[in-house]
């Protein structure tokens, strides 16, 4: 691995940047209320990364960020570039089908034990999907595209996913993602329990409720996991009874603990009450990040890690304390931006994990993507 600056992920992007909301940071594109309308979606919150009204809200909101700068210029084709099989490969294809575009995704996790390898994971139509396991091989990517007669050009959009793509590369540098999360999660619960606070207990309760078996439960969202963790902090219910009632399905949703709660409140600690009361609400009013305190403090776990190492640091340590731009992706977007293609970076983190509030913002605090932090490629 090599060390090249220090940069930002505006420097390829600008404010072509959607999170979850799925309202543009550019306030030129149309918000989520007015591309709902545009495509006839109805109201019933923001949609999930790999369903058909994510990929026609994204397919149009492609199209007006290529008219702000090209008006008279037609998409004709995608490229898609991430770091999971799964949701990245299911996005893809239902984002070209739903612009009518053919495309070709590289989708990487690095595995450096492993031969260097790119290959097709599935190829339909006009429509090709490239799994790899070095982010090196993304300097090749122009060769995968000749192979397959795709030209960059002003016609083509092109998606880069944000998180453990082009911050925090999946399998080289992510789990410093994670960590921000995990320590954010630690902080928020320790401010709420205060003295009471078991710091194992906790690390036991989120390590258990994270599992596969539990996403079904908790929807597989952060916010819920922590929210979890709390409330058996606090003694409400043992890690162990909690996790039996919801494997037997005698809990069956993540509403009727809600519901189990609210009506036994009074026995929460005041701090930890309010906190209740605030995610009950949000929660009911279909709110996907209704954990505030702790976004925000994700936000700030993960600026933290952002820039914080000196040049002279070992690589080693670089890859496991600092999240880092990835070189690879950097430079591709720089010579595709060069060739006139619409860049656009998605992410599935919160609007509040990733742009600060107006207290932090008057403190000088920046949204992540223009946050400098070291460029690291091989």
């Not at 940071?25 to 006839?40: C, G, K, M, N």
């Not at 960590?179 to 690390?203: M, N, P």
């Amino acid at each position: 691995m090599q060390l090249y600056g220090q940069s930002t992920i505006s420097e390829f992007l600008g404010d072509n940047i959607a999170f979850r909301s799925l309202n543009p940071l550019d306030t030129r594109l149309p918000s989520l209320d007015e591309l709902r309308a545009s495509v006839r979606i109805p109201n019933q919150g923001v949609p999930r990364k790999t369903s058909a009204d994510y990929a026609s809200l994204i397919s149009h909101l492609l199209k007006r960020a290529r008219a702000l700068k090209a008006p008279r210029t037609k998409i004709t084709q995608l490229i898609f570039v991430g770091d999971t099989r799964l949701n990245d490969a299911t996005a893809f294809n239902k984002i070209c089908a739903a612009g009518d575009w053919p495309g070709l995704a590289f989708i990487c996790e690095e595995n450096s034990q492993e031969q260097a390898y790119a290959e097709v994971l599935k190829k339909e139509e006009n429509r090709i999907i490239y799994i790899a396991n070095r982010w090196e091989l993304l300097n090749n990517f122009d060769q995968l595209l000749d192979r397959h007669d795709f030209v960059i050009d002003e016609r083509t959009a092109i998606i880069l996913d944000i998180d453990k793509t082009c911050l925090g590369a999946r399998g080289r540098n992510d789990k410093v993602i994670n960590q921000a999360r995990v320590d954010a999660a630690f902080k928020t619960v320790r401010s709420l329990i205060g003295d009471q606070f078991d710091d194992e207990a906790f690390e036991d309760s989120y390590n258990l409720f994270h599992t596969p078996e539990f996403h079904g439960f908790t929807t597989d969202n952060q916010d819920y996991l922590v929210y979890l963790c709390l409330i058996v902090s606090t003694g409400l219910y043992t890690k162990d009874r909690l996790a039996d009632e919801i494997l037997s399905r005698r809990i069956f949703r993540f509403d009727s603990l809600l519901i189990d709660v609210e009506q036994h409140a009074n026995k929460l600690p005041a701090g930890v009450r309010e906190i209740h009361k605030d995610f009950y609400s949000r929660v009911r009013q279909g709110d996907p990040t209704p954990f505030k305190a702790f976004r925000a403090q994700e936000f700030l776990s993960t600026v933290a890690r952002m820039g914080n190492l000196g040049d002279d640091v070992p690589m080693e340590t670089r890859l496991t304390q600092e999240i880092v731009i990835t070189e690879e992706v950097r430079n591709r977007a720089i010579d595709w931006n060069r060739r006139g293609a619409l860049l656009f970076g998605l992410s599935d983190k919160p609007d509040e994990a990733s742009v600060p509030t107006a207290e932090l913002a008057s403190q000088g605090y920046l949204p992540l993507h223009q946050v400098e932090t070291h460029v690291v490629g091989a």
